[in-house]
T-cell receptor, first 112, second 112 residues
Framework: GESVGLHLPTLSVQEGDNSIINCAYS??????FIWYKQESGKGPQFIID?????DKRQGQRVTVLLNKTVKHLSLQIAATQPGDSAVYFC???????????FGTGTRLKVLA | DTAVSQTPKYLVTQMGNDKSIKCEQN?????MYWYKQDSKKFLKIMFS???????INETVPNRFSPKSPDKAHLNLHINSLELGDSAVYFC???????????FGPGTRLTVL
């Protein structure tokens, strides 16, 4: 299940299930969006990106969906594995600017 | 080969001291950034540099002074450290603005 509040939102999923992590972005003018994975003690690592002229993009086991109408991004991870346990961030930017705005992050816990 | 490296990884110091964090990228990128990540994992951009030129300064106290001696390096100097400066600081780079960023491993700063 998913929990929100004062702590980092946490999503717990069973190993082998699909995960969906959601993100609401702030600027309707943003045209480039990125998902990052941050493992404990490490820096954020690029997973997948999408430009605003698309609404879906697939990678290896991951899919990003973009809904510009409601300023919403989601990251779908297929067949979630223990190695997927991490904090996931979405980020938005407007091309040509130097400012990236990160979402609050979601902790994904994979249960064996 | 490490793409974006930072030193030191850990920094423990007393209030009022001055300290520096170094960052180097070997990706040939033109743009470099400093981020601060607080205890709730919130990532906030502090500075953006393009070709050694400061582009963004996100209302960071002037106790923080970035310096870019060349395109591959972006250092962060902090004067008169305060308790609230305790955080993890990440350096990142991108080929251009509006492209994915590559993050360093982070520097955990603890001010006592």
């Amino acid at each position: 299940g998913e929990s929100v509040g004062l702590h980092l939102p946490t999503l717990s999923v069973q190993e082998g299930d699909n995960s969906i992590i959601n993100c609401a972005y702030s600027n309707s003018a943003s045209d480039y969006f990125i998902w990052y994975k941050q493992e404990s003690g490490k820096g954020p690592q690029f997973i997948i990106d999408i430009r605003s002229n698309m609404d879906k993009r697939q990678g290896q086991r991951v899919t990003v969906l973009l809904n510009k109408t409601v300023k919403h991004l989601s990251l779908q991870i297929a067949a979630t594995q223990p190695g997927d346990s991490a904090v996931y961030f979405c980020a938005e930017t407007l091309s040509g600017t130097y400012k990236y705005i990160f979402g609050t992050g979601t902790r994904l816990k994979v249960l064996a | 080969d490490t793409a974006v490296s930072q030193t030191p990884k850990y920094l423990v110091t007393q209030m009022g001291n001055d300290k520096s964090i170094k960052c180097e990228q070997n990706l040939g990128h033109d743009t470099m950034y400093w981020y601060k990540q607080d205890s709730k994992k919130f990532l906030k951009i502090m500075f953006s540099y393009n070709n050694k030129e400061l582009i963004i300064n996100e209302t960071v106290p002037n106790r923080f002074s970035p310096k870019s001696p060349d395109k591959a390096h972006l250092n962060l100097h902090i004067n008169s450290l305060e308790l609230g400066d305790s955080a993890v600081y990440f350096c990142a780079s991108s080929q251009t603005p509006g492209r994915e960023q590559f993050f360093g491993p982070g520097t955990r700063l603890t001010v006592l």
